[in-house]
């Protein structure tokens, strides 16, 4: 299906086609629950769009843009969510793409496949260390890209699913809160190349570019919230912008990050537009985003 974004006086976002190319602990208390799955084929249905917004005829770029993108990424009003129900979407449906041949989960940065179809990480067992960690897991858990102890785990940021991963508790603790670096000597690692170390804490390459779009998306939706408790922001985002436009650049969204975007929307009611469309982060720009 193909999606444009155009930006003209009366502007529809939808998702872009452009990109065809191609993963502080939370402790977790809850029940299994198994899902069936079926193979239901679709009736067809319009593009999913953001709604219209009235722009410059010539087109905005720029502090502008950043503006319209914090108000297109208002969430559709719903039902209010929570981060359990939250977690339980995103182990069940929203990060459950499937893998050798059955239901389950490639983790964030071990990008290892855990077969099942429970809606609670304590079902998703490492059987061996097949992460090359030195652990064996016994779940997996719910990261935070933008750290929950840097907005005091308040809603709605620490239930939206554009900055929520699915991590080994392993992993997912030693990246704690640090920001995100380029590591030149590694201390902890996984298999995928994921890497903790004096700069802080590397993605592996497969998922540096879907980094880069949440924390992008983060700012964007929540810089006038109180988003930097406790934190060295400037070393946090401010001084990463640029490190973190290139990961965007380098690693392009995927089908299945793409298809992610499309869940999340239906369940939140909201889209990261850098996924959509990731030029829009050149759009934006770098002094734009340093700027918040």
Excluded at 170 to 197: C, D, H, M, Q, W
């Amino acid at each position: 299906m193909k999606r444009i974004i155009a930006l003209f006086s009366l502007v529809i976002f939808s998702v872009s086609s452009l990109y065809a190319a191609q993963p502080a602990l939370d402790t977790l208390n809850e029940s299994a629950a198994g899902l069936s799955f079926e193979a239901v084929v679709p009736a067809a249905q319009p593009p999913l769009t953001y709604r219209i917004f009235e722009l410059p005829k010539s087109g905005i770029a720029g502090e502008q843009l950043f503006t319209y993108l914090h108000e297109a990424t208002q969430p559709a009003k719903r039902a209010p969510y929570s981060y359990s129900a939250s977690r339980k979407f995103m182990y069940s449906e929203g990060d459950n793409t499937g893998c050798n041949g059955k239901p389950g989960i490639i983790t964030f940065y071990s990008q290892v496949c855990v077969n099942g179809s429970s809606d609670s990480g304590n079902d998703y067992p490492e059987r061996g260390d097949i992460n090359d960690d030195g652990v064996v897991d016994s779940f997996i858990n719910a990261e935070h890209i933008w750290p929950q102890g840097y907005f005091d785990r308040k809603l709605p940021m620490v239930a939206d699913l554009h900055h929520l991963a699915p991590t080994f508790v392993t992993p997912n603790g030693r990246r704690s809160n640090l920001k995100f670096a380029e590591v030149s000597g590694a201390i902890y690692s996984t298999s995928a190349g994921s890497k903790l170390g004096k700069e802080g804490f590397e993605p592996a390459d497969a998922v540096k570019g879907n980094v880069a779009r949440a924390l992008m998306y983060f700012v964007v939706r929540y810089h006038d919230k109180n988003i930097r408790q406790g934190m060295d922001y400037n070393s946090f985002w401010t001084k990463n912008v640029p490190m973190l436009m290139q990961w965007n650049r380098q690693d392009p969204p995927d089908a299945a990050e793409r298809r992610r975007n499309d869940l999340v929307e239906g369940f939140q009611g909201n889209r990261n537009p850098f996924i959509d469309d990731p030029s829009l982060a050149e759009q934006v720009g770098e002094m734009v985003f340093r700027s918040h």
